[in-house]
């Protein structure tokens, strides 16, 4: 650019979008998004955010709980834990999501068998109110008797975004998990856990909860201890 130029003429640098992988067949450009925790003891589901860096988590799981007085079916909707990141830009998605995570469950009684499956949620957030956007189908049936979290799923799905979805710089894209479940025999608890330590460590887990419901030692290494949303971002190329 020649010198002397007045500034207000000069050009401004291009925004150049990055993605951490390009499906060029689709035209579709994938953003993860890690679920994780910046603090809050796990039961209250406190601090849980989405964010595309690895970081340590403050506390390494989020624990959901739930009753059902009928034992014949699963439940709907018991529990749900919201992970949120807010736009800084507006985005247009559209194509297959991608899920994975795993999880572990229990019951507080032995001698009772808790079944419990979960499914996720992709959703917009202005603050007040939830758009669902897409959600998937249910994970398998974790069927346990144990008073620990023994019992490990690990669970991974597609989330179909058929049409362009916009959204606006200044709302949240939103990640729901819920967990379902149900007992063997009324008034006894089940637990549901899921792992989301984006650094996906899965010994001397951290925890911001002394309560023995709410903690786990360690993490089965043969299952992924982060939980990651494939966000399809459409590209034009």
Same mark, same amino acid.
């Given at each position: 650019? *020649? ?6 003429f000069?050009?401004?640098?291009e ?5 951490d992988?390009l $499906? ?7 953003t993860?998004?890690f679920?994780?925790r910046?603090g809050?003891a796990? !039961?209250n ?10 970081? %340590? /988590? !403050?506390?390494?799981?989020?624990v959901s709980t739930g009753?059902?007085?009928t034992?014949?079916?699963i ?5 749900s ?6 736009l ?12 994975q995570?795993?999880?572990a469950?229990k019951?507080?009684?032995? !001698? ?7 499914k996720v949620?992709?959703?917009? +957030?202005d ?6 956007i897409a ?13 620990i %979290?023994t ?5 991974t799905?597609n989330?179909d975004?058929? /049409? *362009? ?6 709302? %949240?894209?939103r990640?729901t998990v ?6 063997? *025999?009324g008034?006894?608890? +089940?637990y549901?856990i899921i792992a989301?330590d ?12 002394? !309560? ?5 030692a360690?993490?089965? /290494?043969s299952?992924?201890? $982060?939980?990651q ?6 590209v034009?190329?």
């Amino acid at each position: 650019m *020649a010198e002397g130029m007045p500034k207000v003429f000069r050009k401004s640098p291009e925004v150049v979008s990055t993605y951490d992988f390009l $499906d060029v067949i689709s035209g579709t450009g994938y953003t993860i998004l890690f679920l994780g925790r910046t603090g809050g003891a796990p !039961a209250n589901a406190t601090g849980c955010i989405l964010s595309n860096h690895e970081f %340590y /988590a !403050a506390s390494q799981t989020a624990v959901s709980t739930g009753f059902n007085e009928t034992p014949s079916a699963i439940a709907t909707g018991n529990a749900s834990v919201n992970f949120d990141v807010l736009l800084q830009k507006p985005l247009v998605i559209q194509g297959k999501a991608i899920f994975q995570c795993s999880f572990a469950t229990k019951i507080s009684n032995a !001698a009772i068998t808790a079944k419990v499956k979960m499914k996720v949620h992709l959703k917009k +957030w202005d603050g007040s109110t939830a758009t669902t956007i897409a959600t998937s189908a249910f994970s398998d049936e974790s069927s346990t008797t144990s008073v620990i %979290y023994t019992d490990y799923k690990f669970f991974t799905a597609n989330l179909d975004i058929a /049409a *362009a979805t916009l959204i606006k710089r200044g709302e %949240y894209v939103r990640v729901t998990v819920d967990f379902y479940g149900y007992n063997s *025999a009324g008034g006894h608890q +089940w637990y549901g856990i899921i792992a989301c330590d984006p650094e996906a460590r899965t010994t001397s887990i951290i925890q911001t909860d002394t !309560a023995a419901d709410n903690v786990i030692a360690n993490w089965n /290494a043969s299952y992924p201890s $982060d939980a990651q949303m494939m966000l399809p971002i459409r590209v034009d190329i």
